[in-house]
Nanobody, 123 residues
């Protein structure tokens, strides 16, 4: 059992940057695949980025080149650096953890979810 707590959300203007952070506790975070998902109003939740225990990353096409996921296994933190934000990035962002073999954007394989942090981007 692990607990995930997101932080760093807020309101910014288009073109600005934000850094989200996912802090894990309860077990060895480094043994899990950790991902960021988001859900915009009226839309289904979608996977944004994942990072497996070996540091291999995956991004949804809409954020490639703008978002960077990383992990600090010593501190059990997985940041998501977001730059050149657009109003389309407005959503509730969730941290999620899954077994390494199930790393990806399929929500059925997510074992643990955080509570979410809101990101709002105005034009």
């Amino acid at each position: 059992q692990i607990q995930l707590v997101e932080s760093g959300g807020g309101s910014v203007r288009a073109g600005e940057s934000l850094r989200l952070s996912c802090a894990a506790s309860g077990t060895t975070e480094g043994a899990y695949c950790v991902g960021w998902f988001r859900q915009a109003p009226g839309k289904e939740r979608e996977g944004v980025a994942t990072i497996d225990p070996d540091g291999v990353t995956k991004y949804v096409d809409s954020v490639k080149g703008r978002f960077t996921i990383s992990r600090d296994n010593n501190k059990n933190i997985v940041p998501l650096e977001m730059s050149n934000l657009t109003p389309d990035d407005t959503a509730m962002y969730y941290c999620a953890a899954s077994k390494p073999a199930l790393c990806g954007f399929n929500e059925r394989f997510v074992g643990f979810w955080g509570q979410g942090t809101q990101v709002t981007v105005s034009s």
